[in-house]
């Protein structure tokens, strides 16, 4: 059984910083691909970051430059290292993994950006 889990969402101000990490336990994360993903209220499930196992990492647009996506290798987790947030970057956050020719998603992470 995959476990996929993200942890680090909350309520941040707009302008501040925000870190969510997605471990999942029995798996070594470097040698998968790993996204994040959002739903967005009112909105389709949009992708927002990956990253490969050889490194490449894509970012959709209205993220680019503001949002990092990155692996911690000694602590067997994928982070996505968010600044400049905006109200609307609200939305619940998804951290999913490619295994075996499948996708495998975790519960989500709720992120609020409001004043």
């Known amino acids: 059984q995959v476990q996929v889990m993200e942890s680090g969402g909350g309520l941040v101000q707009p302008g501040r910083s925000q870190r969510l990490s997605c471990a999942v336990p029995?798996?070594?994360?470097?040698?998968?691909?790993m996204h994040w993903y959002r739903q967005i209220p009112g909105k389709e499930r949009e992708l927002v970051a990956f990253?490969?196992?050889?490194?490449?990492?894509h970012y959709t647009a209205s993220v680019k430059g503001r949002f990092t996506i990155s692996r911690d290798d000694a602590k067997n987790t994928v982070n996505l290292q968010m600044d400049s947030l905006k109200p609307e970057d609200t939305g619940v956050y998804y951290c999913?993994?490619?295994?075996?020719?499948?996708?495998?998603w975790g519960q989500g992470t709720q992120v609020t950006v409001s004043s």
């Open positions: 029995g798996l070594i994360l470097s040698i998968y691909r």
């Open positions: 990253i490969t196992p050889s490194g490449f990492i």
């Open positions: 999913v993994v490619e295994y075996g020719g499948n996708l495998f």
